[in-house]
Structure formats: structure tokens, C-alpha cells
């Protein structure tokens, strides 16, 4: 691969930063890589090539990334039901949260909730509830 000029790596990291801070702020609503390259005027390919070369990730899974850290944080806490949580990281659909939960941590959101953790309840060590 040939080696980037320091514009474009600036421009690339730039643009990651900038992405990455709109959907740390905003993971709650709808978001998509059309809407975030508009809102910094980038193209669409452009800020894929900054997720993917800057970020070593894409969008997608950023944004997956930071919905269920968030998710995780609120589930610990107890103070609001799976429902609540799934509505309050961006999800309509509670099985579609719980789905993409279990895929990410390996774990039903209620069975994380009830542990206090991330631990499985099959053997793994778990957190007293304090």
C-alpha cells in the first residue's frame, strides 16, 4: 500500500475525531454515515476511509460500540428496566437490543442487569448486588 501524503492522514483523523464526537453525544437517535459525512462535509466514501484507516473500525460497529458500553453502564446501575435502557441507547425494538446485546457481550441484558456484570451466570464468577 502506498504511503499516505500528511494531508490526507490529517484530513482522516480530522474526520474520525469529528465523527466519533457526534456519535458519542448523539448514539441515543438515529444516526447513519450519510447524515454524520453531511454534517461534516465530507463524502460518504471519504469518512468510511477515515472510520476504516483511522479508526481501524467501520460506522457501524462504532456506533454499536457505544450504544452497548452505554447500555452496559445503565444495566449495572439497575435503575431502569431492559426496555428503558434499549429505548434511551437508540433501539425501538427491545428484541432488537437484546439481540444485538447478547451478540456484543455475549450475555441476555436482563441476566447482566440481575449478575450486576458482564459475567455469565453459568460458573462465572458474579457481583453481589450491594
Do not use: C, W
Not at 460518504?44 to 447500555?71: C, I, K, P, S, W
Not at 437508540?90 to 444485538?100: I, L, S, T, W
Not at 446485546?101 to 458482564?118: E, H, I, Q, T, W
Amino acid at each position: 500500500m502506498p504511503t499516505q501524503r500528511p494531508a490526507t492522514v490529517s484530513l482522516r483523523t480530522s474526520l474520525f475525531e469529528d465523527a466519533t464526537t457526534i456519535v458519542e453525544r448523539e448514539y441515543a437517535s438515529e444516526l447513519s454515515l450519510d447524515d454524520i459525512a453531511r454534517r461534516i462535509a465530507s463524502s460518504r466514501r471519504q469518512l468510511q476511509r477515515a472510520y476504516a484507516e483511522v479508526g481501524n473500525t467501520t460506522f457501524r460497529e462504532h456506533l454499536t460500540r457505544v450504544r452497548m458500553d452505554r447500555a452496559a453502564e445503565m444495566l449495572a446501575r439497575r435503575s431502569v428496566t431492559v426496555r428503558e435502557v434499549a429505548h434511551r441507547v437508540g433501539y425501538r425494538q427491545p428484541a432488537q437490543f437484546a439481540k444485538a446485546f447478547r451478540r456484543y457481550l455475549g450475555v441476555a441484558p436482563s441476566d447482566y442487569r440481575a449478575n450486576g456484570s458482564g459475567h455469565r451466570a453459568d460458573g462465572a464468577e458474579q457481583r453481589l448486588a450491594a
